[in-house]
């Protein structure tokens, strides 16, 4: 039951599918919890056991577990906004040979965002610019899902024309969601639903990128 609360699509086993309810409203602690669910590409729902100081106490003295402040997972969800510039090399692209991947690091030690540079673009005037957000089933495997990989390409294709540009690969696959919620997003598409309530039904928000 529990299983099924979390995921509806754990439950289809009939047309249509058992829909998710709406959601508690949580407090600080559950909402650390589904942002720590998130960031481990879980489902976005948790457990949660209140217990008081004394079983706290014996519980971290005979056991690895630590305690974690609900400040300190909101704190670290928001750092990942903080990018470090990795490494750079020069990779030739069938539509821009002259392309450089960037590679940019997120200081929480998060998945990595690439910069792919054509040209040589001037500081001082507009610069062409491109923001994607890589899709592995599109991208790579040219799902017949959606249609990621013609605005990936094109868009490279189309700076490699103009002379200059940026193409920034974010780290955002799913909307944010990540890839594994993504499939398990599709067993409700496969149901009828459209991406976008799939992924609600879930308790995923619409767009989770940041």
Do not use: W
Not at 24 to 32: F, R
Not at 62 to 69: E, V
Not at 113 to 141: K, M, N, Q, W, Y
């Amino acid at each position: 039951m529990i299983r099924n609360l979390a995921d509806p699509a754990a439950s289809i086993v009939s047309d249509p599918p058992r829909l998710a309810p709406e959601p508690l409203v949580a407090q600080s602690v559950e909402l650390a919890a589904v942002v720590l669910a998130k960031l481990a590409s879980l489902l976005p729902a948790a457990f949660v056991l209140r217990v008081g100081r004394s079983q706290t106490a014996l519980l971290a003295a005979s056991s690895d577990l630590a305690a974690i402040q609900a400040a300190a997972v909101f704190k670290r969800n928001a750092a990942v906004a903080g990018l470090d510039r990795v490494t750079e090399a020069r990779v030739p692209l069938a539509d821009a040979e002259t392309a450089r991947l960037i590679a940019f690091r997120p200081r929480d030690g998060g998945s990595e965002h690439i910069a792919i540079l054509i040209g040589t673009p001037d500081p001082a005037a507009p610069v062409l610019v491109r923001l994607h957000s890589e899709c592995f089933t599109g991208d790579l495997l040219a799902s017949l899902r959606g249609d990621c990989s013609y605005p990936l390409r094109g868009a490279i294709a189309a700076i490699a024309r103009a002379g200059s540009g940026v193409l920034l690969y974010l780290a955002q696959e799913g909307r944010g969601i990540r890839l594994i919620n993504k499939l398990r997003a599709y067993h409700l598409q496969d149901a009828g639903f459209d991406p976008l309530d799939a992924g609600e039904q879930r308790g995923l928000d619409a767009d989770e990128r940041i």
